[in-house]
């Protein structure tokens, strides 16, 4: 999965796709952490790749 930063809206102010994915992966991946008091799923994303840390593997879709 490729997270292409210039996949954004024209309109200033407005987010591009990739801090949409951002945003969306942050709400999903706190709201289990508070649903399941474990922190085993993390993720960060750099330079449009998006890495994933699960109960020590580590993937990454980029």
Known sequence: MLIDQHLCSQNEGELSLYDEIKL??????????QDTACASHKFHISRNTLYLNHKDRLLSLG
């Not at 969306?24 to 709201?31: A, V």
Request: aromatic residues 0%.
């Open 24 to 33: 969306i992966l942050n709400s999903m991946i706190q709201r289990e952490i």
